[in-house]
């Protein structure tokens, strides 16, 4: 099965059109596909006034049905594909009711219609694509647009905001302007008559002047990516690849700031362990968001490495268990360095829950002599809110599992000496090589079995780029796939797939663990065997990587 | 090795799997560390309708605590009386109305649960005799080529 359309980067949509994506409809008004022409604005500026007069909210800016108020987000232009996927996932986790109006991935300014201001303030809280939250108080092609948007929609509420401390932000996005026009530009909204002192640090309210510059020709996307990108390079006196005025400014006050900032607690720079393949700090933190981890909640990583995802979900409150084939990731080679230690550095082992060596093709989790309590359906090993992980690429030294290389060797423990080998202080049990397409049918099932009802799945892939047609998403019929998002490298790329447990175990059929060949089961002697058993065989993305991603040879 | 962790956990060899002697595993020459942390009502409340009662009944026996031979009936916290502490997943500590005695059942049960570890020690499994070394308060449960 294949999901093209959300994989698929996002063709730009000129904001001129002012696409609208209706992602969850509200439930008894079925909202038409409002346009935020200039037409439109003025039809809907009549109704707002109307409502405005029966408290102090805002007049929306396009046709709302009234509990429903219009909040400008104010995203990071980092990871686009992840931002609307977690803003969900947190919508859906704190039961929030809200509209996408208006979301580009090229633009940082996103609006989005929500019911109060508590309601936005604890939507942005845990995000970290996110930057922060706003009213929008106005907004327009032009100034003057913008202020008599502002004036129609808020003159009601200027006398709120007259006496408190208050400052005013300037924020462009691809474009810039003086420290001199900047302040001409916010004196133009003096109209709002607040007297109140201005305070740079701490104000009682801000409010924020937003821009957001249109790019000259879609021809210089690259260099206006590249642009984007390299924040040190040198400012020119005018950004190049886009226009000299705004396309869309906003005017806003600010409500709520999301978790952005704990991305630089947890860089992995400042951490006391990590190691070659840890997940760095920022999606480590979205991958949580996604896995709606949260206190009281129990996560489980089965390829926890020096535990990165384990930080995350217990910064969130979530207590974590994690296991690795490879004990030596989990208890460090050196003193003071393991991964009990990071828990010990970000003061939060109240949420750990245990770290032990295990492979998941023969994990010990699970109740499997044990009756489900109380006999309702439930299942015995019904454990975690959130499993997450990042399985092993088998890049670096081949993906292995448990067991001997020969599986015609017979099943009797070795003994050297009398002395039965994997009794021994120091025995490393063998390992084999294993398929990286088994080992999803593995975490998948393993996820069935685990996950309490509604708990949800987080796995990163890795594809390359040219197998991208070829990439199918993983099925499981008791896993409901919730989103996929991309993360873009040369040549290759990975995808974070969230998945959640359906309550009750649904019927439709799954493939049998044997149908996947990985001649693993044949004899060794066999020529074809011995071939198809060597770590490239099994895992094609390995083959790819040390063959540096090349394109085989077109037919003409 | 907590004794949370080991109310998950049954022998890894699959052809235990099918055998009720596999779960708990026994715990032999535990020995133990207490750490406190922050009690959390909201994790207990959750926890509870997850915990295999007997089993760990069992367990906390082979290292000496006495817990009550029925599960407690507690009422269900609602992660919702918590949602204000959405920012970084601290708790907050009054655990709403909970009574004095299950107060005092939830405070044994955080002690025995989240406080106390094996840090060396072995987990024998009931069925085959097969036994699961702990070091370092971790847990190894790769099995031999053998058994697999």
Redesign the interface.
Known sequence: MFYFSRALPRRYQSPSASFLYIVKPIQEINLPLSVTSKRNRTISSSTSIKMAATGDSLAPVSNLPPPMREYLIHFAQVHETFRKPELESLAKL?NIDYEILQYSEKAPFARIALKSNSAAK?LI??SILCKAIYELWGTGTTYDEVHTSVKSRTSHLWHLYKTCSFKFGFESFNGMRSEAAKKDLIESFSYVGFDGPIRMKNPDELFVIMEDYEATSMVDLERFKALNIDEKAETPARNPTHLDEPHQIYFTRFVGKS?RA?IETYDLKKRNYIGTTSMDAELSLVTANMAHV?????AYDPFVGTGSFAVAC??????T?G?D?D?RM??GTKPKK?L?SNFEQYKI???Y???????L??????????DA?GGKGGR?E??FDAIICDPPYGVREGLKV???RDPS??????IIDGVA???R?D?V??KRPYSFDKMLNDIMNFSSTHL?ANGRLCIWLPTADEDFNEFSIPTHRNLKLESVCVQNFNKWSRRLLTYTRYEVDQDELVAEDNTLSDATGEPLDSAHAKLARTADALNPFRRKYFEGFKTPPSED | MKLLTANFISCAVKACKSSPLSFPLHFRDAELASKPVPYNPLLLSNLLPRLDWAALVTSSKELGFTLPETKPELPRLSASSFAATTGDGDMNMDGGAVGEEDEKTLRMLHKVLMETEVVEGKMVCGSCGFEYGIHQTVGNFLLPSHLV
Do not use: C, W, Y
Request: no cysteine.
């Open positions: 704190f604890t809280s845990r978790s704990i949260g206190p009281g909640k129990l217990a910064h969130f409150g979530a207590v268990f296991s084939i004990g989990i208890r393991s009990r082992m109240d949420r829950g245990d770290m032990f060596v295990s492979d093709t023969n994990s010990p989790l699970g109740r499997f002599g044990a309590e015995s019904q454990i448990l067991g001997s060797r017979p099943k009797v423990p070795t080998q994997h009794t202080k025995f049990p063998p309490v």
